[in-house]
T-cell receptor, first 114, second 115 residues
Framework: DTEVTQTPKHLVMGMTNKKSLKCEQHMGHRAMYWYKQKAKKPPELMFVYSYEKLSINESVPSRFSPECPNSSLLNLHLHALQPEDSALYLC?????????????FGSGTQLSVL | GESVGLHLPTLSVQEGDNSIINCAYS??????FIWYKQESGKGPQFIIDIRSNMDKRQGQRVTVLLNKTVKHLSLQIAATQPGDSAVYFC??????????????FGKGTLLTVNP
């Protein structure tokens, strides 16, 4: 199994809603990532977890709250989002955390904030 | 700040032709480079990588060339097929000490293959 699975594939939410994005991998990878990608733009790093601990937070607003319940799962909790947060949210994993680790990406969750 | 960019935002080729996608980077400390392919509705998919101690690496129908003198990276796709149509991103990274690193993506090039 070399897949990173993300659910849901599409999500529409209002600015007062609370929702969660989920990511799962069964490759035994110990590093997991959240990226945000706006249309026709490159992915931008949001968070990195290594061995279930938050390793990097790229100054992401607190309305985005990551969680890593175990080594296979990564969640992104969303609360009080703004319309400009509409984007494709990508999860990725790698075997370890290092400059030359190969990242495996999921297909993303397309989020629309109304 | 440091950045990774692309010369051509779009590239249109005929099926069977060779494609060349270019990328310029500005961080002279970068020591690892990756090309990703992103098809519509999917996440980026690893294509090929190259370390800074190399200037060429070949894969199946793809070749990556690295010119550190002018900080330039290119991806060559031989006998381009319709299935190669996608956005191609170059990305660079370098070790910042310990396990702290950041993968920086370039702007992307949209490759369209005409049948």
């Amino acid at each position: 199994d070399t897949e990173v699975t993300q659910t849901p594939k599409h999500l529409v939410m209002g600015m007062t809603n609370k929702k969660s994005l989920k990511c799962e991998q069964h490759m035994g990878h110990r590093a997991m990532y959240w990226y945000k990608q706006k249309a026709k733009k490159p992915p931008e790093l949001m968070f990195v977890y290594s061995y279930e601990k938050l390793s990097i937070n790229e100054s992401v607003p607190s309305r985005f709250s990551p969680e890593c319940p175990n080594s296979s799962l990564l969640n992104l909790h969303l609360h009080a989002l703004q319309p400009e947060d509409s984007a494709l949210y990508l999860c990725a994993s790698s075997q370890g955390l290092g400059a030359k680790e190969k990242l495996f990406f999921g297909s993303g969750t397309q989020l629309s904030v109304l | 700040g440091e950045s990774v960019g692309l010369h051509l935002p779009t590239l249109s080729v005929q099926e069977g032709d060779n494609s060349i996608i270019n990328c310029a980077y500005s961080n002279s400390a970068s020591d690892y480079f990756i090309w990703y392919k992103q098809e519509s509705g999917k996440g980026p998919q690893f294509i090929i990588d190259i370390r800074s101690n190399m200037d060429k690496r070949q894969g199946q129908r793809v070749t990556v060339l690295l010119n550190k003198t002018v900080k330039h990276l290119s991806l060559q796709i031989a006998a381009t097929q319709p299935g190669d149509s996608a956005v191609y991103f170059c990305a660079e990274t370098y070790s910042r000490g310990g396990s702290n690193y950041k993968l920086t993506f370039g702007k992307g090039t949209l490759l369209t293959v005409n049948p």
